[in-house]
């Protein structure tokens, strides 16, 4: 992480008087994108703090956080409404759930899309709904390829028009795959209030865990939402430590789980219970090391990590796990690619190395 994203965290979360500080040495910074996810949150403490460009830029951004956020709400209600009536269970998650749950504040966390977790067994239901309202998926896919790959993948992106977008979610979070630690999603489901409609979204525990564990990962723009999001969770007193660890285990996600406890100790003064990595095997930390790589991965990389993605999917896909490694592998990445057949798996496989 740069130098001035950590200086910029700590004046907007560190303690007063190095938050104080933080402040000044921040101002005149360039204005990249990470740093503007924090402009709101520098104005929400330092509104009272004068003749400060940092600040006055936070004000602006607070003002288009909250109209921008505000923009989706029909679209959310529009489409929670409607998976309601086709039978088919929802839950907001990530940058929604918080704002409405969390925050109570719009002019805070910018939410971008819109994320709607389903069960797996309402998929294709919702996919009808999702069509027959106008909203397109990503790649221009249709219902069956969608249907398809959901062995493979956790969301599939769907847009209307130029500003609505909604990600669909069938499993919390990538590499997420074990139906039980989706189940404890659900059951431990909280209520919300979108404007007079109850929704569900995550307990704090499950916000947390998925917090935490989405933002381990390399993004083409330095994540620092992460940061508000865990803090303000931690500092409402909620969260159910041996929850959160029984869930990474689980989902064997504890090394990006103890990895990102690990950054916020050592950066702020939070209480955290860390209970290690649960024994983790070595494959996750290689696993974890691929994941903090540049993209585009190089070809060897990729293989890593489908190997990797087979590795978490297998003991839960009913064919996979009875057949031979060798065999699953080569049937996981036909079903990746979308091929028909193994020959054509090969050749989208070419493709790709070269």
Request: aromatic letters at 10%; glycine letters at 8%; a negative charge.
């Given at each position: 992480m740069e130098s001035r994203h950590e200086l910029l965290l700590q004046a907007c979360f560190g303690r007063a008087a190095d938050s104080r500080r933080a402040l000044a040495a921040c101002e005149g910074i360039p204005l990249d994108a990470a740093v503007k996810q924090l402009l709101p949150f520098v104005y929400h403490k330092w509104k009272g703090f004068a003749n400060n460009s940092l600040v006055e830029a936070g004000h602006r951004a607070y003002l288009t956080t909250w109209r921008q956020n505000r923009e989706p709400l029909t679209a959310i209600r529009e489409v929670l409404t409607g998976l309601r009536k086709e039978g088919?269970?929802?839950?907001?998650?990530?940058?929604?759930?918080?704002?409405?749950?969390?925050?109570?504040?719009?002019?805070?966390?910018?939410?971008?899309?819109?994320?709607?977790?389903?069960?797996?067994?309402?998929?294709?239901?919702?996919?009808?709904?999702?069509?027959?309202?106008?909203?397109?998926?990503?790649?221009?896919c249709g219902a069956d390829?969608?249907?398809?790959q959901s062995r493979v993948r956790h969301v599939w992106k769907f847009s209307r028009g130029e500003t609505e977008h909604c990600d669909l979610h069938w499993r919390p979070l990538a590499q997420c795959n074990s139906p039980k630690?989706?189940?404890?999603?659900?059951?431990?489901?909280?209520?919300?209030?979108?404007?007079?409609?109850?929704?569900?979204?995550?307990?704090?525990?499950?916000?947390?865990?998925?917090?935490?564990?989405?933002?381990m990962h390399w993004e083409w723009t330095p994540n620092l939402y992460w940061f508000a999001d865990a803090?303000?969770?931690?500092?409402?007193?909620?969260?159910?430590?041996?929850?959160?660890?029984?869930?990474?285990?689980?989902?064997?996600?504890?090394?990006?789980?103890?990895?990102?406890?690990?950054?916020?100790?050592?950066?702020?003064?939070?209480?955290?219970?860390?209970?290690?990595d649960g024994g983790a095997g070595k494959w996750q930390r290689r696993e974890f090391e691929v994941m903090q790589k540049a993209c585009p991965l190089e070809f060897r990389d990729r293989i890593r990590w489908h190997a990797y993605h087979f590795r978490r999917l297998r003991p839960h896909d009913p064919v996979w796990k009875g057949a031979p490694v060798w065999a699953g592998f080569a049937d996981y990445l036909r079903v990746f690619l979308d091929a028909a057949n193994l020959p054509e798996t090969a050749r989208k496989v070419w493709a790709e190395i070269r």
């Open positions: 088919a269970d929802c839950m907001l998650l990530k940058g929604a759930a918080l704002t409405l749950r969390h925050y109570r504040d719009y002019g805070l966390r910018n939410m971008g899309d819109f994320d709607v977790m389903i069960r797996p067994e309402d998929l294709e239901r919702a996919l009808r709904f999702l069509r027959r309202h106008g909203w397109v998926a990503e790649g221009e390829a969608i249907v398809r630690a989706t189940e404890m999603f659900w059951l431990g489901a909280e209520t919300a209030d979108l404007d007079g409609l109850p929704v569900k979204v995550p307990c704090a525990t499950d916000q947390f865990f998925h917090t935490c564990v989405h933002a803090l303000v969770l931690l500092g409402q007193g909620k969260v159910d430590w041996e929850r959160a660890w029984e869930i990474a285990r689980h989902s064997q996600t504890t090394v990006r789980f103890a990895e990102a406890v690990a950054a916020l100790k050592a950066r702020f003064d939070v209480r955290i219970v860390d209970l290690g």
